[in-house]
């Protein structure tokens, strides 16, 4: 997955990687989740919302037509809460616009992104995503609303169950029917299979991509970081739009940027940094992507870069286990730890997450937690009490 800034360069460097993948003999799709379609301008070939387009051997695209889908998951819940409206007394077409969820059409995106996983056709998936706040606010989605599910699901589903009858008529709106619950469940069932696919650091790497501004540099560390939170292996940092030396005012961006370059080197480490100059004319066709992703990958596969350390890890000791969270640039005083039952909530800066806790730290107290090179360790050492009751 290829997530950055708005306008780095995350299509052109997914279409450059799909192209190179393909080349080499690996059956390729790539796929975008955008809704504005530069995928189809990269690659130079027209992509109308649907399935994957072939675009030459081993390589085939994709543009998400997330309206379609969104159409058919949403329209129960759609018309639930169209009905409510209804009777509030607000206009149907205003009604319309107010039940369109924003960003509700990436996440089905992402839908059709592991049905093609899954499909088993391809070698790698290459997904070109909507700019670095959306994507992460989407990616995190079902954890979320897993949590909800798992918790406060249940009970409304029952309550509201047993007391439909009564309440439809002393509220004067609809309870919601077996069938919106149905559409939630089945939705979010969808959604947990989706995190299963993207979640998982053996199948799914995010690179990040950035072009060397301080701004830009800056976003792309908050990225890392919240990726991070959320269990996401980032995998590389693509740094675009280097300038080539040559006179006076080319020399001074480069100068410019090699200071961005050495800063982003240091501060991404380990993760390698793959480079790409900034072309005289825009990469647009497969030849001038296939030379870009030369640039990018010189000797490397790109679809097998070394694994980095895992996100989440459990190693134990002799009092007991120490947990490790990977938090990049993550600042003490940002950084909560709270345990509630069986779950971590970690919370840096505005994310927060719910880790939950495998069965033999859950029997376990918290006795201590360190952030340490932007690594979160908690030690965790079993309870005397709870392993003698169990
Ligand atoms: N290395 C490069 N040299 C020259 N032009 C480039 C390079 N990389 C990308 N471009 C051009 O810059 C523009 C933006 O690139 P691209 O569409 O890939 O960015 P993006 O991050 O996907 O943007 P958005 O956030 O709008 O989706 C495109 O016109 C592309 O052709
Ligand atoms: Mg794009």
């Known amino acids: 997955m290829f997530t950055g800034k708005g306008g780095v360069g995350k299509t052109t460097a997914a279409a450059a990687t799909a192209v190179r ?3 080499a003999g690996g059956r ?7 809704a504005a379609h530069s995928l189809a301008d990269a690659l130079d070939v027209p992509l109308a919302g649907g399935g994957p387009v072939p675009v ?11 309206q ?3 159409e058919t998951v949403w329209r129960e ?14 206009d149907p077409i205003e009604a319309e616009e107010l039940t369109v969820l924003p960003g509700a059409d990436e996440v089905l995106a992402l839908l059709a992104v592991r049905e093609q996983v899954e499909s088993g056709s391809y070698d790698l998936v290459v997904v070109d995503c909507a700019p670095t706040a959306e994507t992460l606010r989407l990616l995190a989605l079902p954890d979320a609303l897993d949590w909800y599910m798992r918790r406060i699901w249940p009970t409304e589903r029952r309550v509201v169950r047993t007391l439909r009858p009564v309440l439809g008529k002393v509220a004067g709106a609809p309870m919601p029917t077996d069938a919106v ?4 469940e089945r939705l979010h069932a969808e959604l947990a299979g989706v995190r299963a696919v993207l979640g998982d650091p053996e199948r799914t790497a995010v690179r990040l991509v950035l072009t060397p501004e301080a701004v830009v540099v800056a976003e792309a560390r908050r990225t890392l970081t919240s990726l991070s939170l959320y269990g996401y292996r980032v995998d590389a940092v693509v740094a675009n739009r280097l300038f080539p030396g040559g006179d006076p005012w080319r020399d001074a961006w480069v100068a410019a940027q090699s200071r961005q370059l050495a800063d982003v080197e240091e501060s991404f480490a380990p993760l390698p940094v793959l480079r790409a100059p900034y072309l005289a004319a825009e990469p647009v066709g497969v030849e001038a992507l296939a030379l870009l992703a030369q640039e990018l990958y010189a000797e490397l596969d790109p ?5 980095g350390p895992p996100p989440v890890g459990v190693r134990r000791t002799t009092e007991g286990f120490v947990m490790t969270l990977a938090l990049p640039f993550a600042a003490r005083s940002d950084t909560t730890l709270v345990r509630k039952g069986d779950e971590l909530a970690v919370t840096v800066g505005g994310w927060r997450r719910l880790v939950a806790l495998p069965s033999a730290l859950r029997r376990c107290d918290v006795t201590g937690a360190r952030l340490e090179d932007g690594r979160l360790e908690i030690t965790f050492v079993p309870d005397p009490a709870v392993w003698m009751s169990s």
């Open 77 to 90: 819940l759609q018309g639930y809460l169209l009905t409510v409206l209804d009777r509030a007394g607000v």
């Open 68 to 70: 379609a889908r969104f």
């Open 21 to 23: 993948s393909a080349r």
């Open 56 to 66: 030459e051997p081993c390589l085939h695209a994709m543009q998400v037509d997330s």
């Open 303 to 307: 679809a097998e870069l070394p694994p």
């Open 181 to 184: 619950f149905d559409a939630v």
């Open 28 to 34: 390729t799709l790539v796929v975008s989740t955008d």
